[in-house]
């Protein structure tokens, strides 16, 4: 695959996310809430309730924390969280998906709406982005102290059933089916690899380049809706300038 790294970019936002570790500890209990009441309290017999316990074991969050929001998906008596998308454009043309979990659609139609129109953007109908995005399963495993060079880890990806893999400097990013998510991350991890992320995504066919006069409002609308309560997940096709990259 080619393209700018994603998890350059991933990294490239962590200090102004670790400043708001509380909202993400909040948004990763609502997604263990879901994947409980989707598919039960055992993560062993629950894929994504796994996946999303590696993630908030990645995100340092405490255990009290995570069993707190497993019980709380257990409980037939809690309020119901519902699955929403939300599909635009951000300033420049740039595709936008962004996935939330609310109990109040008309509460969180309403910020994502005042997100978009007040940043230059415009919400679009259901589908008018989506079919720019593939779902796909995204692993990484950081280069720094790994005496595995592209090749070696190229063919073991292969072998425990990936798609393809991205190098960059920083980190070999492993792209699967995302039914092989679980199955490719176990068997990396049993061939001895320590992985920094796994977790379902969503990869933009193509990227759209940010004009530089846009560049602030763009991002201005991004961090808008990441830091909405209701967010999940932001998606888009933005391709930064390179010196906002290094950023």
Not at 85 to 104: I, R
Not at 225 to 244: C, I, K, Q, R
């Amino acid at each position: 695959m080619s393209g700018h790294s994603k998890w350059h970019n991933i990294q490239g936002r962590k200090n102004a996310q670790d400043a708001k570790r509380g909202k993400i500890f909040q948004k990763i209990s609502r997604e263990l809430y879901m994947a409980v009441k989707a598919g039960g309290p055992d993560p062993s017999s629950n894929p994504q309730l796994r996946l999303i316990m590696d993630k908030a074991r990645a995100a340092n969050m405490p255990k009290d924390n995570v069993k707190h929001a497993v019980d709380k998906g257990s409980n037939t008596d809690t309020a119901n969280y519902e699955e929403v998308t939300y599909e635009g454009y951000a300033p420049g043309g740039v595709a936008v998906l962004v996935h939330a979990l609310t109990d109040n659609k008309n509460r969180t139609s309403s910020n994502v709406r005042v997100a978009f129109t007040r940043n230059g953007g415009a919400l679009g109908a259901s589908g008018s982005v989506a079919y720019m995005f593939d779902r796909r399963g995204y692993i990484v495993i950081e280069r720094e102290d790994l005496d595995v060079d592209e090749d070696q880890m190229l063919e073991d990806a292969l072998e425990t059933g990936a798609d393809d893999m991205e190098t960059s400097d920083e980190a070999f990013e492993i792209y699967t089916d995302p039914k092989q998510l679980a199955a490719v991350r176990d068997a990396l991890e049993a061939k001895g690899y320590k992985l920094a992320n796994a977790e379902l995504t969503m990869i933009p066919e193509n990227t759209t380049p940010v004009p530089t006069d846009k560049v602030e409002q763009f991002e201005r609308m991004i961090d808008l809706l990441e830091d909405d309560d209701d967010v999940s997940e932001v998606y888009h096709t933005g391709e930064l300038p390179d010196n906002e990259d290094a950023k």
